[in-house]
């Protein structure tokens, strides 16, 4: 069953509980809460999807299922991957449909104490602000706490323009 994505409670509570996947992206640590990881997958196939908006990196093979691959350096602004063919995917899913978020490495599970969650600061990307529900500090860097379901509905919003 999928999480109950439209509550704004719920999701903080969820991202401030501390219970996270880490994973790069363009070398910033980023978090997943756990209750959306369905799947951590190694390297895989990606087929491109012709006139496929620049996010959607195109759509992979999970199982027997068709999964959206979702090019997250895209979503965040950064520039495309030198090495798009060893990205790894976390598979979420999202109204019944899966999707693999494309990272450029996974990390650990992680249970961070919800009392060091921080409000994203002011002096973050206003994009990046946009799809983060916070930060947690860490020795010397920042964990951000990625909303998935604002990462999957901005690509929806920018499909309909």
Request: charged residues 20%; contains cysteine; proline residues 7%.
């Amino acid at each position: 069953m999928s999480p109950a994505y439209n509550k704004k409670e719920d999701v903080a509570a969820e991202a401030a509980s501390g219970h996270l996947i880490t994973v790069t992206v363009g070398g910033q640590l980023f978090g997943i809460p756990v209750l959306h990881a369905q799947d951590v997958l190694n390297p895989q196939r990606i087929v491109r999807i012709p006139l496929a908006p620049k996010a959607i990196a195109g759509s992979l093979n999970l199982r027997g299922r068709i999964v959206t691959a979702i090019d997250l350096r895209s979503c965040l602004g950064l520039p495309p991957c030198a090495e798009p063919s060893k990205s790894m995917s976390v598979v979420t899913e999202r109204e019944g449909e899966l999707y693999s978020l494309l990272v450029d490495s996974v990390g650990e599970v992680m249970t961070l104490s919800p009392d060091s969650f921080e409000v994203s600061p002011p002096t973050l990307r206003q994009l990046w602000r946009e799809v983060c529900d916070g930060i947690y500090r860490l020795d010397g860097q920042l964990l951000l706490v990625l909303n998935v379901a604002r990462v999957l509905d901005g690509i929806r919003t920018a499909e309909a323009a």
